[in-house]
C-alpha cells in the first residue's frame, strides 16, 4: 500500500516562502510521475506542479517562475518550493503519485496566504 505523508503547509504573508515536503512509503523512482495539486473552497482540484520519473517538470500557468518542484530520491521526497505567494494561492495542497495508471493521493495540507 502506498502512502504518501505531506507536510510543510501553514499561514504566511503575501510575498512570503514555504516549502512543502511529500514522504512516500517507498522508492519514489518507482512511479511515472509525482506532483502537486491544490483545491480551494469552492473550486476544482488543479494541477500545480508535475515530475516525471523521465523528462521534464511542468507547471500551471499561475506559479510560473514562483513555485519549484524537485525531489530526492534517498529520502523517497518531493518538495514543492513556493516564493512570492499571492492570497489566490491559499488552498490544501495534496501529494499526487502515478503508477501504472493507479493514482495515489497523500492526505493534504493546509496552505493560507493572509495578512
Known amino acids: 500500500q502506498v502512502q504518501l505523508v505531506e507536510s510543510g503547509g501553514g499561514l504566511v504573508q503575501p510575498g512570503g516562502s514555504l516549502r512543502l515536503s511529500c514522504t512516500a512509503s517507498?522508492?519514489?523512482?518507482?512511479?511515472?510521475?509525482m506532483g502537486w495539486y491544490r483545491q480551494a473552497p469552492g473550486k476544482q482540484r488543479e494541477l500545480v506542479a508535475a515530475?516525471?520519473?523521465?523528462?521534464?517538470?511542468n507547471y500551471a500557468d499561475s506559479v510560473k517562475g514562483r513555485f519549484t518542484i524537485s525531489r530526492d530520491i534517498a529520502k523517497n521526497t518531493v518538495f514543492l518550493q513556493m516564493n512570492s505567494l499571492k492570497p489566490e494561492d491559499t488552498a490544501v495542497y495534496y501529494c499526487?503519485?502515478?503508477?501504472?495508471?493507479?493514482?495515489?493521493w497523500g492526505q493534504g495540507t493546509q496552505v493560507t496566504v493572509s495578512s
Open positions: 499526487n503519485a502515478v503508477r501504472n495508471a493507479w493514482e495515489y
Open positions: 515530475i516525471p520519473r523521465a523528462g521534464i517538470t
Open positions: 517507498g522508492n519514489i523512482f518507482s512511479f511515472d510521475a
